[in-house]
């Protein structure tokens, strides 16, 4: 089931927006694919990503997507 985007902004301090792509990547969405359904180009989520890793504590998509399960867990 899909994290709800208020846990994601509450445990990392994330925008709405940020929580949104972090979601869809946890769920295995590709980058090329987020981009296109939220209607921005793949630059837009890649800094998105980066502000999401900043705030998480992570440098890496896979560490991001651990913590987002451990989340889930919770």
């Given amino acids: 089931a899909p994290l709800a985007g208020g846990l ?3 445990a990392f301090g994330l ?3 940020e929580a949104a792509v972090a979601a869809e ?9 987020i981009a ?7 630059a ?3 800094s998105q990503l980066k502000s999401i890793f900043g705030k ?6 896979v560490e991001l997507i651990l913590s987002i399960a ?3 867990r919770l």
Wanted: proline fraction near 3%; aromatic fraction near 0%; hydrophobic fraction near 30%.
């Fill in 8 to 10: 994601l902004e509450a």
């Fill in 15 to 17: 925008t709405p927006s």
């Fill in 25 to 33: 990547l946890a769920e295995g969405v590709r980058r090329e694919e």
């Fill in 36 to 42: 296109s359904r939220r209607g921005v180009s793949l």
């Fill in 44 to 46: 837009t989520v890649h």
């Fill in 56 to 61: 998480a504590g992570v440098s890496r998509e």
């Fill in 70 to 72: 451990r989340l889930g």
